[in-house]
């Protein structure tokens, strides 16, 4: 339910909170409390929404549309049994009002019964007016259930007939997106754009879609139409600016960036993006200065850090770059990139305890790509923890089995250790599935390399 707030419910709501703080009581017509409760519904008072409500209801304790603002009350506070008896109670009074099938529909979806809740909307759609409305609320129970087909038929709907919904519009394309139907979302957004030609949403949308093709061309047309048809929209500069720098027109994709930052109030994509632009064009300076304003921006956004670490790294500045990345870790902890980041400088500064401890928490924060294994086995090599190094293979052998580079350093390890048996087994896998790699036991384990029980294998 929706009321337009005029002159005089502005003047009721003033009256009813002055009557609220004097402790006297004043009368107020049922239209009246119903705007006051849905007023304050909107703007997310529910204490000053539920004092309406019970007041309305002492003065008119008939008034169906104030006890279906009390249900929609409790169904926000989670007391569904009281919102279904008064719903129960005011079916009985208008079995034909869609807005109470929309309230029990609400129950069933807070509870998880989704399904329960598309079968009471869809008889609601039969006794309402505001269809654009249900067939947005049916929409979204599909989307909790998965069901984007269908979720994605409901947002069409609503969409013929309320073409200015544009929540709607973003599902429809969500649900293509997640379907993988990308051609299917541009003749949609197309024949949209036929009706709708001047519509900043659908170019934005359908310049979106073409990007992920790598149609660049297209996109950037569809971007243009986006500012023609909107100068101010923000979105359409940014992903144009994009677009441009898939094209190396970096000047280009420059100047649209700089505009983002002229039209709203800067945000870190706008300055990581410039920053990646000038340091395309060798502007080194412009580049470190555009990526430290992304961290002072957001220095949650990982991008930011990272691009600053790296940019120091390809300059061989190995000793500035580990210092914004140790800032980086202080800052968010669990973060799987910066750690391995952190292994690889300390590894390049021959820190090996920091650059293996760096590698242990990128795995413990689930970083299980083999490149992590590897390394941390052979830094752990390194400081003599051949137990570790063991401990460490087998682990990454549970991610990658059989796999030859893990095989060769593990028959290594277990011949240091003596354990033979497992020496052997690891390295004919190794050495059936790739002989050419035994150079990786040579070089990481060359006493092992020499010995007569290897030779003997291997001939």
């Given at each position: 339910m929706q009321f337009e707030l005029n002159g005089d419910g502005f003047m009721s709501i003033k009256k009813f909170e002055l009557m609220l703080k004097s402790n006297a009581v004043g009368f107020f017509d049922s239209e009246e409390f119903e705007q006051i409760v849905e007023h304050y519904l909107e703007s997310g008072k529910m204490n000053m929404a539920r004092k309406a409500a019970h007041l309305g209801l002492s003065q008119h304790p008939s008034s169906v549309t104030i006890k279906l603002l009390q249900a929609e009350i409790l169904v926000f506070d989670n007391e569904f049994d009281k919102a279904h008896e008064i719903l129960n109670q005011l079916y009985e009074l208008q079995p034909h009002n869609s807005e109470i099938y929309?309230?029990?529909?609400?129950?069933?979806?807070?509870?998880?019964?989704?399904?329960?809740?598309?079968?009471?909307?869809?008889?609601?759609?039969?006794?309402?007016?505001?269809?654009?409305?249900?067939?947005?609320?049916?929409?979204?129970?599909?989307?909790?259930?998965?069901?984007?087909?269908?979720?994605?038929?409901?947002?069409?709907?609503?969409?013929?007939?309320?073409?200015?919904?544009?929540?709607?519009?973003?599902?429809?394309?969500?649900?293509?997106?997640?379907?993988?139907?990308?051609?299917?979302?541009i003749d949609f957004l197309n024949q949209f754009l036929n009706n709708n030609p001047y519509s900043e949403v659908a170019w934005h949308q359908v310049g979106k879609q073409y990007f992920d093709l790598k149609m660049y061309d297209k996109a950037l047309s569809a971007f243009d139409f986006a500012i023609i048809s909107d100068e101010l929209f923000v979105g359409a500069y940014l992903e144009k600016g994009k677009v441009l720098e898939k094209l190396g027109k970096y000047n280009e994709a420059i100047e649209n960036y700089q505009i983002t930052l002229k039209l709203d109030d800067p945000t870190s994509f706008a300055y990581l993006r410039l920053g990646k632009c000038y340091e395309k064009l060798g502007a080194h300076e412009l580049a470190i200065k555009f990526?430290?304003?992304?961290?002072?921006?957001?220095?949650?956004?990982?991008?930011?850090?990272?691009?600053?670490?790296?940019?120091?790294?390809?300059?061989?500045?190995?000793?500035?770059?580990?210092?914004?990345?140790?800032?980086?870790?202080?800052?968010?902890?669990?973060?799987?990139?910066?750690?391995?980041?952190?292994?690889?400088?300390?590894?390049?500064?021959?820190?090996?305890?920091?650059?293996?401890?760096?590698?242990?928490?990128?795995?413990?924060?689930?970083?299980?790509?083999?490149?992590?294994?590897?390394?941390?086995?052979?830094?752990?090599?390194?400081?003599?923890?051949?137990?570790?190094?063991?401990?460490?293979?087998?682990?990454?052998?549970?991610?990658?089995?059989?796999?030859?580079?893990?095989?060769?350093?593990?028959?290594?390890?277990?011949?240091?250790?003596?354990?033979?048996?497992?020496?052997?087994?690891?390295?004919?896998?190794?050495?059936?599935?790739?002989?050419?790699?035994?150079v990786l036991l040579e070089n990481l384990y060359p006493q092992v390399w020499k010995s007569n029980e290897v030779q003997s294998i291997i001939k």
């Amino acid at each position: 339910m929706q009321f337009e707030l005029n002159g005089d419910g502005f003047m009721s709501i003033k009256k009813f909170e002055l009557m609220l703080k004097s402790n006297a009581v004043g009368f107020f017509d049922s239209e009246e409390f119903e705007q006051i409760v849905e007023h304050y519904l909107e703007s997310g008072k529910m204490n000053m929404a539920r004092k309406a409500a019970h007041l309305g209801l002492s003065q008119h304790p008939s008034s169906v549309t104030i006890k279906l603002l009390q249900a929609e009350i409790l169904v926000f506070d989670n007391e569904f049994d009281k919102a279904h008896e008064i719903l129960n109670q005011l079916y009985e009074l208008q079995p034909h009002n869609s807005e109470i099938y929309i309230q029990k529909a609400n129950i069933f979806s807070k509870t998880d019964e989704h399904e329960k809740a598309v079968e009471l909307l869809k008889k609601a759609l039969e006794l309402t007016e505001d269809q654009a409305d249900v067939y947005n609320l049916i929409g979204m129970e599909y989307l909790f259930i998965e069901d984007y087909k269908q979720a994605k038929e409901n947002f069409i709907s609503c969409l013929e007939l309320d073409d200015t919904d544009y929540s709607a519009l973003y599902n429809i394309i969500y649900c293509f997106d997640f379907l993988k139907e990308h051609k299917g979302a541009i003749d949609f957004l197309n024949q949209f754009l036929n009706n709708n030609p001047y519509s900043e949403v659908a170019w934005h949308q359908v310049g979106k879609q073409y990007f992920d093709l790598k149609m660049y061309d297209k996109a950037l047309s569809a971007f243009d139409f986006a500012i023609i048809s909107d100068e101010l929209f923000v979105g359409a500069y940014l992903e144009k600016g994009k677009v441009l720098e898939k094209l190396g027109k970096y000047n280009e994709a420059i100047e649209n960036y700089q505009i983002t930052l002229k039209l709203d109030d800067p945000t870190s994509f706008a300055y990581l993006r410039l920053g990646k632009c000038y340091e395309k064009l060798g502007a080194h300076e412009l580049a470190i200065k555009f990526f430290k304003k992304t961290v002072k921006e957001d220095p949650l956004l990982d991008k930011g850090w990272i691009a600053l670490v790296d940019y120091y790294s390809t300059q061989l500045n190995y000793q500035k770059a580990l210092s914004y990345i140790e800032k980086a870790t202080e800052i968010d902890e669990e973060n799987a990139l910066y750690w391995i980041r952190y292994a690889k400088l300390n590894k390049k500064l021959n820190f090996f305890e920091e650059s293996e401890h760096g590698y242990r928490r990128a795995i413990e924060l689930g970083n299980y790509e083999l490149e992590t294994w590897l390394e941390r086995s052979d830094i752990l090599l390194q400081l003599g923890e051949i137990e570790a190094v063991v401990s460490n293979l087998e682990h990454g052998l549970e991610f990658y089995p059989k796999n030859t580079e893990i095989e060769y350093r593990l028959a290594g390890a277990y011949f240091k250790t003596n354990d033979l048996i497992k020496a052997r087994f690891h390295l004919q896998n190794a050495f059936k599935n790739d002989p050419e790699c035994i150079v990786l036991l040579e070089n990481l384990y060359p006493q092992v390399w020499k010995s007569n029980e290897v030779q003997s294998i291997i001939k």
